[in-house]
């Protein structure tokens, strides 16, 4: 089914330790987005990407890398987990960037 | 400074209520959408507005860009329509959302 496939729906890592969330699009989407949701926070942009080759920052991408080889996939790296990213985090991708939004499922992470 | 407001923050209405969620934001957008999100769940995208009114099954989502002010509306509420709904706009200026922090909506059967 076409959509957004994140990968992994759970995790738990220990202080220090690095991973990456996997973010995959099949509908030819130029523009793909990282989201963080804490409670009472709602959505934050960490990271996001108008095309290929092309990343840029959002409001809280401390912590946090990104690349875009490909228009299909986004992953984004934790690079030495902390506590304070203890998160549910969404991918989404977008023809445009203004509409036409499709979410991912979420990763739900746990930083111990 | 938040530039969605959302209200209420929490909601609870008998099955079968007519229910109001209103979004107020203090930037020029060009798109405002609604999105739903079921508990433990993704998030779907309901309407896109940039202006007047849209209607899908049992929900209608109103904007009034002067007031800058959008509300979102279920009729005949429905257990399953129970979720967190978000308000999000797409300013003129820029290239990311603005996300309000939701309203949760517990429809009681």
């Known amino acids: 089914n076409a959509g957004v496939t994140q990968t992994p729906k759970f995790q738990v890592l220990k202080t220090g330790q690095s991973m990456t969330l996997q973010c995959a699009q099949d509908m030819n989407h130029e523009y793909m987005s990282w989201y963080r949701q804490d409670p009472g926070m709602g959505l934050r942009l960490i990271h996001y990407?108008?095309?290929?080759?092309?990343?840029d920052q959002g409001e809280v991408p401390n912590g946090y890398n990104v690349s875009r080889s490909t228009t299909e996939d986004f992953p984004l790296r934790l690079l030495s987990a902390a506590p304070s990213q203890t998160s549910v985090y969404f991918c989404?991708?977008?023809?445009?960037?203004?509409?036409?939004?499709?979410f991912g499922s979420g990763t739900r992470l746990t930083v111990v | 400074k938040n530039e969605v407001e959302q209200s209420p923050q929490n909601l609870t209405a008998q099955e079968g209520e007519f229910i109001t969620i209103n979004c107020s934001y203090s930037v020029g957008i060009s798109a405002l959408h609604w999105l739903q999100q079921h508990p433990g769940g993704g998030i779907v995208s309901l309407f896109m507005?940039?202006?007047g009114k849209k209607k899908h099954g049992r929900l209608i989502a109103t904007i009034n860009i002067q007031e800058k002010h959008s509300s979102l509306h279920i009729t005949a509420s429905h257990p399953r329509d129970s979720a967190v709904y978000i308000c999000a706009v797409w300013p003129n200026t820029g290239n990311q959302f603005y996300f309000g922090t939701g309203t949760s909506l517990t429809v009681i059967p």
């Open positions: 990407s108008v095309g290929a080759g092309i990343t």
């Open positions: 507005l940039s202006s």
């Open positions: 989404a991708s977008s023809p445009t960037g203004r509409y036409g939004y499709t």
